[in-house]
């Protein structure tokens, strides 16, 4: 079964840091984009960042650049997001999805909740 | 980085068709045919719907169909069902910094 799980969500102070973790499993991940959505409660989805099949390129949402690091482990079939100087506003759950065809995100994780909150 | 437009709500009742549109620019949906839409039931995670403008992946529905006309690209769910009752979201691949956007989301309403 094609699969992505994400973790390392939770509970963190303003201006503190977090780093998420999404475990795929079911395709060859090393052949994928990877990319981080977020949705903040109630509202809309926002596209945080990808990262290409080698980790050689990397792009970020105005939001977070400077902020936020993607990277991957394609030997752990696994992408990471290093939040840092977290904000109120990054409240959200954060997704990891996969990049399919045509620039479209075609399998999705469940999704991981990030509260920054003193 | 501004949101694509698309109606807060749309209703329609069992069978009848309806139709939510997602307007954006001509760096975004105007300019690319990488439009795709999403599914979210409440608590889920979205689920892909259509790509590239008017193509399913395997396992949607026939009901599900897409367009695009200029800067605006729209959904389209023929033979309303129960279970079509969930947000839905469009997105655009665009020439920017940040190189995919999000429509604001719409809440499908079957009566």
């Known amino acids: 079964e094609v699969q992505l799980v994400e973790s390392g969500g939770g509970l963190v102070q303003p201006g503190g840091s977090l780093r998420l973790s999404c475990a795929a499993s079911?395709?060859?991940?090393?052949?994928?984009?990877m990319n981080w959505v977020r949705q903040t409660p109630g509202k809309g989805l926002e596209w945080v960042a990808n990262?290409?099949?080698?980790?050689?390129?990397?792009n970020y949402a105005d939001s977070v650049r400077g902020r936020f690091t993607i990277s991957r482990d394609n030997a752990k079939n696994s992408v990471y997001l290093q939040t840092n100087s977290l904000r109120a506003e990054d409240t959200a759950v954060y997704y990891c999805?996969?990049?399919?065809?045509?620039?479209?995100?075609?399998?999705w994780g469940q999704g991981t909740m990030v509260t920054v909150s003193s | 980085q501004s949101a694509l437009t698309q109606p807060a709500s749309v209703s329609g009742s069992p069978g009848q068709s309806i139709t939510i549109s997602c307007t954006g620019t001509?760096?975004?949906?105007?300019?690319?045919?990488?439009v795709s839409w999403y599914q979210q039931h409440p608590g889920k995670a979205p689920k892909l719907m259509l790509y590239?403008?008017?193509s399913r992946p395997s396992g949607v529905s026939n009901r599900f169909s897409g367009s695009k006309s200029g800067n605006t690209a729209s959904l389209t769910i023929s033979g309303l069902q129960a279970e079509d009752e969930a947000d839905y979201y469009c997105?655009?691949?665009?020439?920017?910094?940040?190189?995919?956007?999000f429509g604001t989301g719409t809440k499908v309403t079957v009566l």
């Open positions: 997105s655009s691949y665009r020439s920017s910094s940040t190189p995919y956007v």
């Open positions: 001509s760096s975004d949906v105007g300019g690319y045919n990488y």
């Open positions: 079911g395709f060859t991940f090393s052949g994928y984009w």
């Open positions: 999805a996969r990049g399919g065809v045509l620039h479209a995100f075609d399998i």
């Open positions: 590239e403008v008017n």
């Open positions: 990262i290409n099949q080698y980790g050689s390129e990397i």
